[in-house]
């Protein structure tokens, strides 16, 4: 019996390790996501604008490209900082 309970001592500590590495990537994506949004308000905010009011099949392609590209960038930064953070608590 006391093996059943040491395994549910370990799953406990493995279900929290779990927890806080996704709470640490939700944060972090969190920033990132946030950062973009301003990044592109500030870089592109008037040129998108124009964009919008004058050509909207453009302005359409433009945001769906933006969208993608965000997906892509902030999951390789994401995934980098994890890998760092990782390797150096490990």
């Not at 990132?32 to 949004?37: D, E, G, P, R, S």
């Not at 359409?60 to 999951?75: C, K, R």
Request: charged share 10%.
């Amino acid at each position: 019996m006391s093996a059943a309970i040491q395994g549910n001592g370990q799953m406990k500590r493995e279900t929290a390790t779990t927890l806080r590495a996704f709470l640490v990537e939700l944060a972090i994506y969190a920033v990132l996501v946030v950062a973009y949004f301003f990044a592109v308000l500030h870089f592109l905010g008037d040129w998108l604008f124009q964009l919008q009011q004058h050509h909207h099949v453009v302005y359409a392609a433009v945001a769906i490209l933006l969208i993608i590209g965000q997906a892509v960038a902030l999951e390789s930064v994401t995934s980098l900082l994890l890998r760092i953070i990782r390797g150096r608590t490990e």
